[in-house]
């Protein structure tokens, strides 16, 4: 059984930074892409970043040039480093992986349990 085990997360002013990372722990070979989605009350869950096995990035528009996703592969961690931070940024934020557990090579969705994030004054 694969698990996302999310550290860090908070209560910070606005104009303030943060950081979040990501352990998978388990058994398995792989792991593709790794995301941090984020939901705000009342409102649907929204990619944030995503990171690719090869380190190619993507961002939500509205955090591009605050936030930087990276990952260690040789840690099996994802991280998300805040900027900036707005109160708008403040929501539940989750970290997402496509494991690889088998040889077929079949990648599986697994999520973090949610971390709160919380940009106010």
């Known amino acids: 059984q694969v698990q996302l085990v999310e550290s860090g997360g908070g209560l910070v002013q606005p104009g303030g930074s943060l950081g979040l990372s990501c352990a998978a722990s388990g058994s398995f070979l792989s792991i593709n892409n790794m995301a941090w989605y984020r939901q705000a009350p009342g409102k649907q869950r929204e990619l944030v970043a995503v990171i690719r096995s090869d380190g190619r990035t993507n961002y939500l528009d509205s955090v591009k040039g605050r936030f930087t996703i990276s990952r260690d592969n040789a840690k099996n961690t994802e991280y998300l480093q805040m900027n900036s931070l707005k109160p708008e940024d403040t929501a539940v934020y989750f970290c997402?992986?496509?494991?690889?557990?088998?040889?077929?090579?079949?990648?599986?969705?697994?999520w973090g349990q949610g971390t709160q994030v919380t940009v106010s004054s």
């Open positions: 997402n992986a496509f494991v690889i557990t088998t040889t077929q090579g079949i990648a599986y969705e697994y």
